[in-house]
């Protein structure tokens, strides 16, 4: 398969990076810096792709970030929410229409190149917050996307009935350096442990029973104490 895989440097796209690299799959992987707060997880990326020998380049949408919306991954005036995805502050992490606009980016340039699919690392805990990781969403996406050009592309999301932790099982598995991904919605010196991806990173490793080797922010919460609050939401 040739596949361009969108790719944030984070936990669940890394996996995926070298889940179809370890498959022998011909991948070309895009970044897109759509103004969010920080570039760490891009700098992640660019360094796993030099890692594999991996073709990488960065869309930079950053002009758009003004048509966004007050949100607190554009939006430097909204603060990122500490807690669980579950909570309703999460809500303020939605970038309006971001899967759309990065997947029609990589449609593009998939086209271009001939490849196959559109690669995307989607998986069942997505969609709590965020309604543009709905099935029903990448479906009808997938149904566009084969109609964009003559040569057919479709949109391909092999952890799409995956949970995190079975994401950071599979990447235990492939070897993936998980201490040079990056999470954190802030962008700091390391990991800030309570934002909402910190919280789901830290507890897909416990789950997965998995050696997290991120550092966090000495102010961080225990894993004992978000598994705690976690089922106290559920």
Same mark, same amino acid.
């Given at each position: 398969m040739n596949a361009v895989l969108i790719y944030s440097g984070g936990l669940d796209s890394t996996v995926l990076l *070298? *889940?179809?690299h370890q498959a022998g799959n011909e991948l070309a +992987?895009? !970044?897109v810096n759509y103004g969010q707060r920080h570039s760490r997880e891009i700098e992640c990326a660019r360094q796993q792709c030099a890692r594999l020998g991996i073709e990488h380049r960065v869309a930079d949408l950053r002009s758009l970030a003004p048509l966004l919306g007050a949100n607190s991954l554009t939006d430097s005036a909204v603060d990122v929410p500490q807690g669980h995805y579950t909570e309703e502050t999460m809500k303020a992490t939605v970038v309006? /229409?971001? /899967?759309?606009?990065?997947l !029609?980016? +990589?449609t593009g340039w998939a086209i271009s190149r001939k490849s196959d699919c559109v690669a995307y690392a989607a998986h069942s805990g997505d969609h709590a917050i965020y309604p543009d990781c709905r099935r029903?969403? $990448?479906? +009808?996406?997938?149904a566009a996307i084969r109609l964009a050009d003559w040569h057919e592309v479709h949109l391909y999301r092999p952890f799409v009935d995956w949970t995190? $932790?079975?994401i950071a099982k599979r990447g235990e598995e492939l070897g993936v350096p998980f201490a040079e991904t990056w999470s954190c919605y802030q962008g700091g010196e390391v990991h800030c442990g309570q934002c909402g991806t910190?919280?789901?990173r830290r507890e897909a490793f416990y789950l997965a029973e998995v050696d997290d080797p991120t550092p966090y922010a000495m102010e961080a919460p225990t894993v004992d104490q978000l598994v705690a609050q976690f089922w106290r939401l559920s």
């Open positions: *070298h *889940h179809l +992987a895009l !970044s309006p /229409n971001r /899967n759309m606009i990065m !029609s980016v +990589a029903e969403f $990448a479906e +009808a996406l997938d995190k $932790a079975d910190c919280i789901e």
